[in-house]
């Protein structure tokens, strides 16, 4: 006994197996709207790209501003560094440190908070095309079983 060949059918009407339209259509399934079928998983791969292009664009602007941060952070150190050897008395050292230090954590908590929002809405926004594609797909299936006219 053979094993049956899976790419059989693109064989038996000479396709290319990348070809799936043309093989799909040449298939006749009682119930099936081979026409809808086909355009339902097209918007599917459409909407899908478009998720992962604005997941990309999502995690560019993230580490864009990331790194937007960090520049700013380190020309800030180095200012801070230069106040607190300009500070005087010796004795007036440590409230400017402190000083420093309270400004630098303050700054890196809105900093996080910042970075956290826009990553949420890199999340929503790609998150919100899935979800309407997944809505859609629901019509697309009455529209892939229903009779023909």
Do not use: W, Y
């Amino acid at each position: 006994m053979s094993t049956p060949n899976p790419f059989e059918m693109f064989t038996k009407f000479n396709l290319n197996p990348m070809d799936m339209s043309k093989a799909m259509e040449s298939l006749q399934i009682p119930g099936v709207n081979i026409e809808a079928l086909l355009s339902s998983q097209q918007k599917n791969i459409e909407a899908l790209t478009a998720a992962n292009r604005m997941a990309i664009e999502g995690v560019q602007t993230l580490g864009q501003r990331q790194a937007e941060i960090f520049r700013r952070t380190m020309e800030e150190a180095t200012k801070a560094a230069q106040n607190v050897t300009s500070a005087g008395q010796p004795q007036d050292i440590p409230a400017k440190q402190a000083e420093i230090a309270k400004a630098v954590f303050e700054k890196g908590l809105a900093n996080m908070q910042e970075l956290a929002e826009l990553a949420a809405r890199a999340n929503s926004d790609t998150l919100e095309v899935v979800n309407k594609r997944f809505a859609e797909s629901f019509d697309d299936f009455k529209a892939i079983f229903a009779p023909k006219k």
